[in-house]
T-cell receptor, first 116, second 112 residues
Framework: SQTIHQWPATLVQPVGSPLSLECTVEGTSNPNLYWYRQAAGRGLQLLFYSVGIGQISSEVPQNLSASRPQDRQFILSSKKLLLSDSGFYLC???????????????FGQGTRLTVV | GENVEQHPSTLSVQEGDSAVIKCTYSDSASNYFPWYKQELGKRPQLIIDIRSNVGEKKDQRIAVTLNKTAKHFSLHITETQPEDSAVYFCAASVYNNNDMRFGAGTRLTVKP
């Protein structure tokens, strides 16, 4: 069966410090990978998605970046955190399209980031 | 790109009553519409989904309807129970496009 791991679960970082959140998927190959951010009381905002190694699509211009160094690894990074980067970050995956139909996305446990 | 609007943002119902959450989407090419439930502090999990070749789908107490012409879809929960209390998200996904766009969420509270 497939599983998704995301860490750390919680993180408190000072303004201006770097960030690295990691997400890995097991039990599947060539998944679509996603990073979402959920601000308090708000919806899920798509930040990045990737359909393959080294392929990253950015949805929101900001000081965050994403990388996919391996097929089942997705990393969210920042060189200098801002207060506004605080939120709940969720990694997700879904299978590569089957017969042209999109499918369910599976979420990691999430990382609650507080920038102080 | 796709834009998904969701209403209401909060919904409070009495146990046993029905709850309806509505979403609209902008891209007529969207063909997959999932609904996720997120309990407090937990990850969103799929509860039901519908594809554009179907108008309605039901799974026990939950059902989803889709109107492609009007570009809106709705979640219906009947005989609500306190454990249905959570935030519900709708989403839409465009054919031949790998991103999935979510609505802003509806916080449902079921009062015993």
């Amino acid at each position: 069966s497939q599983t998704i791991h995301q860490w750390p679960a919680t993180l408190v970082q000072p303004v201006g410090s770097p960030l690295s959140l990691e997400c890995t998927v097991e039990g599947t190959s060539n998944p679509n990978l996603y990073w979402y951010r959920q601000a308090a009381g708000r919806g899920l905002q798509l930040l990045f998605y990737s359909v393959g190694i080294g392929q990253i699509s950015s949805e929101v211009p900001q000081n965050l970046s994403a990388s996919r160094p391996q097929d089942r690894q997705f990393i969210l990074s920042s060189k200098k955190l801002l207060l506004s980067d605080s939120g709940f970050y969720l990694c997700a995956w879904n299978p590569a399209r089957d017969r042209g139909m999109n499918t369910e996305a599976f979420f990691g446990q999430g990382t609650r980031l507080t920038v102080v | 790109g796709e834009n998904v609007e969701q209403h209401p943002s909060t919904l409070s119902v009495q146990e046993g009553d029905s709850a309806v959450i509505k979403c609209t989407y902008s891209d007529s090419a969207s063909n997959y519409f999932p609904w996720y439930k997120q309990e407090l502090g937990k990850r969103p999990q799929l509860i039901i989904d519908i594809r554009s070749n179907v108008g309605e789908k039901k799974d026990q107490r939950i059902a989803v309807t889709l109107n492609k012409t009007a570009k809106h879809f709705s979640l219906h929960i009947t005989e609500t129970q306190p454990e249905d209390s959570a935030v519900y998200f709708c989403a839409a996904s465009v054919y031949n496009n790998n991103d999935m766009r979510f609505g802003a969420g509806t916080r449902l509270t079921v009062k015993p």
